[in-house]
């Protein structure tokens, strides 16, 4: 079958890339020709802006679309509207950040945030609230030819954010680790080649709808991961956990120094996702320990330093308790 990847280049695309040719399908890309433009050579490179520049995609017909770069909903319409006779199902990788309240868990149905101008385009400042407006765009567009996935925490080989990538490396350097808050509070992410190999099922078989994308399958504690994690890595590392509020009063960012950790209540359901339709629909996981193991392997060929917690910051906080 034909696919079509909006992206397909960089971290969630290029999985998608190559979920589509295990499947023995047949790709073509769209991209600007910036990011990795040597990958793939065997799948059809067509160079062109979502924003203005589609000639390339008039007149091509492909099975199915994975949309993975689009942020903006005035962006996504030109493409959506262009391949609406053109392709039969259309799939729009939106965000679990779609929502308005975090502090409960969530669901298909949980409201989901609004522009307080309809007019801004400022993907920092209104990233949940235009994610959603893009998905009320494919919607609109495609109706039940569409599934809309929001994802969750994406992780694995080639995470550019390293919002993840930390705890296995850190594991794997042993010694003492500091565990922020409670050591029972839930996690979810997904591994993104396994949301990469179910968008393409999705593009190519559906069903439609909109779906939260994130996992594992069974509930995950946070001391259940990183003692999940050193069993896999072969660690000798031990976990101190420090009550959230002295690990905050040390000037810890949480989520972006300190990944997967959400202190508080006013985010705690963005880590308790109810994903019982995407799992209906055909999303499987991994073991957690295989989304480790090769997170760290390909984290090992990488130079230079990281956005996270340094090393020396996190052992004075631990000295100072």
């Not at 067509?46 to 390339?56: A, F, I, P, T, Y």
């Not at 490396?169 to 993104?192: H, K, S």
């Amino acid at each position: 079958m034909k696919l079509l990847v909006l992206g397909g280049t960089k971290f969630l695309g290029r999985h998608a890339v190559d979920a589509a040719l295990a499947g023995g399908h047949e790709v073509t890309i769209f991209t600007r020709g910036r990011t990795n433009p040597e990958l793939f050579p065997e799948v059809e490179h067509l160079l062109g802006d979502r924003d203005g520049e589609l000639d390339v995609l008039r007149d091509r017909a492909f099975d199915g679309v994975v949309d993975t770069s689009g942020y903006v909903p005035r962006i996504v319409r030109q493409s959506a509207e262009l391949l609406r006779n053109q392709v039969g199902r259309y799939v729009f990788v939106s965000s679990i950040s779609v929502y308005a309240d975090f502090s409960e868990p969530l669901s298909e149905a949980t409201p989901v945030a609004e522009l307080a101008d309809p007019a801004s385009e400022d993907v920092m400042e209104d990233y949940g609230a235009l994610k959603a407006a893009c998905e009320r765009v494919v919607e609109e567009v495609y109706g039940d030819r569409s599934a809309r996935v929001r994802a969750g925490l994406i992780v694995g080989p080639y995470d550019p954010t390293d919002r993840f990538t930390y705890w296995p490396r850190r594991i794997a350097r042993g010694g003492t680790v500091l565990g922020p808050g409670d050591p029972e509070a839930a996690v979810q992410f997904v591994d993104a080649r396994d949301l990469a190999a179910w968008l393409v099922k999705l593009a190519l078989e559906g069903p439609g709808g909109t779906f939260n994308a994130t996992g594992p399958t069974e509930p995950l504690s946070f001391a259940a991961l990183l003692d999940r994690a050193r069993a896999a890595i072969g660690s000798d590392a031990e976990v101190v956990w420090v009550d959230e509020q002295r690990v905050l009063d040390a000037g810890v960012e949480a989520w972006s120094e300190l990944p997967l950790w959400l202190p508080g209540t006013e985010h705690a359901g963005m880590a308790r996702a109810d994903i019982a339709k995407a799992l209906a629909a055909g999303l499987a996981f991994r073991p957690v320990e295989e989304t480790v193991v090769d997170t760290l392997a390909w984290d090992r060929t990488l130079d230079g330093d990281r956005p996270t917690l340094a090393h020396e910051r996190e052992q004075e906080i631990l000295a100072a308790g």
